[in-house]
């Protein structure tokens, strides 16, 4: 698809091409997609019902487990109908506002899943390191404010980014954003402008964000591994390790997909575009996708409970 060079005053509509270089296959690289979509839906939606319905689940750990698969669901349908309509129903267009939301949608939820990543630590650290005082320090209205704390953290971090482009930005040198979702740094260089303070504010939020959650996310679990390793029974060290394992892949998996997409869309000039989209859409998609399948695995109480309900 061509891009012109027209400079464009203010657009209402941009375009969508999404993965540039395989639009003539990108309606067979949906099937795939759609598959791990309706997975994570259905994973983290059992995930959720399980942790409502069964009382013996209501404790930190499984509600900072529903939030996260509360938040995967919405990260996951945040970019999911659009890319599909691109792919499959040759539907590129969308107005700028919605661009916009759903950029704001997308860093929002992205930066919820990585504080609720860092609580979970917390919990984790606590109960392992201090468990007599676990229950009496991580009550339900901790939890509750971890989450409120959370979630306003991202939406007043992120909002900023949704307005410099809409108050900065008058001219565009084109409306055709080459990705198939919007993208904060995407849109950003649409602009015939001074993209500069963008920029550097957009790598504020993310080194911020995942700056700071990574840092106390590492410290806890080096905590956690002094005080599992000073355990002398070896059947203590294993069962105290083995509540962390799921934790620990989901951890790991988040933040090597996140900083692979983070630098190969900023520093990757040499890497095919169709690289950086399929790696992008993947990181979005690929935790929603693999968050229940790790908790349902590696968690006692969970896969049980999914048993259960399967046998009756």
Not at 60 to 66: Q, R
Not at 229 to 249: D, G, S, V, Y
Not at 278 to 290: A, E
């Amino acid at each position: 698809m061509s891009i012109s060079n027209i400079t464009v005053y203010m657009p209402s509509v941009l375009t969508l091409i999404g993965i540039p270089g395989l639009e003539s296959v990108q309606c067979w690289i949906g099937i795939p997609f759609c598959a791990i979509y309706l997975i994570a839906m259905i994973g983290n939606s059992l995930l959720l019902i399980i942790i409502k319905s069964e009382g013996s689940l209501h404790e930190p750990l499984y509600i900072f487990l529903g939030m996260l698969g509360a938040t995967d669901i919405a990260l996951a349908s945040s970019i999911m109908p659009k890319m599909l309509g691109i792919f499959w129903f040759n539907k590129p267009e969308i107005y700028f506002d919605s661009c916009l939301l759903q950029m704001w949608f997308i860093h929002t939820f992205q930066c919820i899943e990585s504080g609720i990543l860092m609580a979970m630590a917390l919990d984790r650290y606590v109960a392992i390191c201090y468990p007599l005082r676990h229950a009496i320090i991580f009550t339900h209205q901790l939890v509750i404010q971890i989450g409120t704390v959370v979630v306003l953290r991202a939406a007043i971090l992120v909002a900023p980014c949704l307005v410099l482009i809409k108050c900065r930005f008058q001219l565009y040198h084109t409306t055709v954003i080459l990705h198939s979702y919007c993208e904060h740094m995407a849109i950003v260089k649409l602009a015939a402008a001074n993209v500069q303070v963008n920029k550097i504010y957009g790598l504020f939020v993310a080194f911020t964000v995942a700056g700071f959650d990574l840092t106390f996310i590492t410290l806890s679990y080096i905590q956690i591994f002094i005080t599992v390793f000073r355990l002398p029974q070896k059947e203590a060290r294993f069962k105290a390790f083995n509540t962390c394992i799921a934790h620990i892949c989901v951890f790991l998996q988040f933040y090597l997909l996140a900083f692979f997409s983070f630098f190969t869309h900023r520093f990757g000039s040499h890497i095919p575009p169709y690289i950086h989209i399929l790696f992008s859409s993947i990181y979005l998609l690929v935790p929603p996708f693999l968050n229940p399948l790790v908790y349902g695995a590696k968690t006692t109480q969970i896969r049980i409970h999914v048993v259960k309900m399967f046998c009756s």
